[in-house]
T-cell receptor, first 109, second 115 residues
């Protein structure tokens, strides 16, 4: 079956760095996405990786290793507004998105 | 990227009534739209794929007679929750497929509460 795993909850301190991991097992791979979702709102797009390596976009970076079925989202210089759920999603061979359950990130002052 | 507008953002209805949720792609012709449901603290769950001009494709376990989907044009898909029950209370989100290797664009979501 298809499976995406990410931690349920993480806590970090304002100004620090946090890494949210995602491992996946899917039928085919056409890219991995990270989304941010604040409570009661729709997800917003953060990053897309289809090739191995690190993609940096401001305070957020995303890494992919296809051979390991692994990705992480790295958030630097954490701000209180970064408190949200972070969703990992993989596009499978049918170009459908398979979603992880999300990681709730709590930022403390 | 595509701009997707979903309406209403919040709705409260009585048990037994029907509720229609609209999803509009404002600047992108969407032959395919997706409808998701999200329970509190749970992942997004794909309910159905809405195809312009044809019947929607429902995921296993989703009642097509209860969740009616109409995709009559390239810019509008609607989801109607018929004979709503309290257990239908949830967050419903639509998205537009941006392409085979690009991100999906999401509507703002609709918080449905059935009382």
């Amino acid at each position: 079956g298809q499976n995406i795993d990410q931690p349920t909850e993480m806590t970090a301190t304002e100004g620090a760095i946090v890494q949210i991991n995602c491992t996946y097992q899917t039928s085919g791979f056409n890219g991995l996405f990270w989304y941010q979702q604040h409570a009661g709102e729709a997800p917003t797009f953060l990053s897309y990786n289809v090739l191995d390596g690190l993609e940096e976009k401001g305070r957020f970076s995303s890494f992919l290793s296809r051979s390991k079925g692994y990705s992480y989202l790295l958030l630097k210089e954490l701000q209180m507004k970064d408190s949200a759920s972070y969703l990992c999603a993989v596009m499978d061979s049918n170009y459908q998105l398979i979603w992880g359950a999300g990681t709730k990130l709590i930022i403390k002052p | 990227g595509a701009v997707v507008s979903q309406h209403p953002s919040r709705v409260i209805c009585k048990s037994g009534t029907s509720v229609k949720i609209e999803c509009r792609s404002l600047d992108f012709q969407a032959t395919t739209m997706f409808w998701y449901r999200q329970f509190p603290k749970k992942s997004l769950m794909l309910m159905a794929t809405s195809n312009e001009g044809s019947k929607a494709t429902y995921e296993q376990g989703v009642e097509k007679d209860k969740f009616l989907i109409n995709h009559a044009s390239l810019t509008l898909s609607t989801l109607t929750v018929t004979s709503a029950h309290p257990e239908d209370s949830s967050f419903y989100i639509c998205s537009v497929a941006g392409g085979m290797d690009t991100e999906a664009f999401f509507g703002q979501g609709t918080r449905l509460t059935v009382v």
